[in-house]
Antibody, heavy 117, light 110 residues
Framework: QVQLQESGPGLVKPSETLSLMCTVS????????WSWIRQTAGKGLEWIGR???????NYNPSLKSRVTMSVDTSKNQFSVKLTSVTAADTAVYYC???????????WGQGILVTVSS | QSVLTQPPSVSAASGQKVTISCSGS????????VSWYRQLPGTAPKLLIY???KRPSGVPDRFSGSGSDTSATLDITGLQTGDEADYYC???????????FGGGTKLTVL
């Protein structure tokens, strides 16, 4: 059973960069797409973007100017950076695996990131 | 404003059937597979249906999905109190080159 675990700071100051990592265990990171999704309090899911194990990326057009994703296949990890954060970026951030680029079959437990000074 | 449209809430009595709709356009549902996710309070979403109508191992056959043109539906029969959750549809949007979700539907079992 593939497991994903998000890690990173739970508090980020406004205008700074949010950085999160997702560690994949009990499975290889190779030959899959890996996504980041966020959910603000009481709201729905917002897809941030995805990265293939080769490094190819797709980003949400509304966040594209502020998002960068990377992957480290040697460590079975992938990460996301979101620059110039504001309070609107406060959310629970999930990492997930995309099976064949079609659906999200494994999800991390999520990590709450609060943007506040 | 979500790209896919779902009713904010649905309700039905225990043991009954409920249908959750998901409406999109030709660039998303009309040309890509739909998946459904269930999110219990305080937990991460979990895959419920993939490729329009397939169930992952462990998901009971009370849950079924279907699709037509630019819309999809999730049917849940034999409702149980444990089915109370938020349900999301999702798919790929070929025009946006992005994954999109519905706004979510809160299911209440009466």
């Amino acid at each position: 059973q593939v497991q994903l675990q998000e890690s990173g700071p739970g508090l980020v100051k406004p205008s700074e960069t949010l950085s999160l990592m997702c560690t994949v265990s009990s499975g290889s990171i190779k030959n899959y797409y890996w996504s980041w999704i966020r959910q603000t309090a009481g709201k729905g899911l917002e897809w941030i973007g995805r990265i293939y194990s080769s490094g190819d990326t797709n980003y949400n057009p509304s966040l594209k100017s502020r998002v960068t994703m990377s992957v480290d296949t040697s460590k079975n990890q992938f990460s996301v950076k979101l620059t110039s954060v504001t309070a609107a970026d406060t959310a629970v951030y999930y990492c997930a695996r995309e099976d064949n680029g079609l659906f999200l079959d494994y999800w991390g437990q999520g990590i709450l990131v609060t943007v506040s000074s | 404003q979500s790209v896919l449209t779902q009713p904010p809430s649905v309700s039905a009595a225990s043991g009954q059937k409920v249908t959750i709709s998901c409406s999109g356009s030709s660039s998303n549902i009309g040309s890509n597979y739909v998946s459904w996710y269930r999110q219990l309070p305080g937990t991460a979403p979990k895959l419920l249906i993939y490729e329009n109508n397939k169930r992952p191992s462990g998901v009971p056959d009370r849950f079924s999905g279907s699709g037509s043109d630019t819309s999809a539906t999730l049917d849940i029969t034999g409702l149980q109190t444990g089915d109370e959750a938020d349900y999301y549809c999702g798919t790929w949007d070929s025009s946006l080159t992005a994954r999109v979700f519905g706004g979510g539907t809160k299911l209440t079992v009466l």
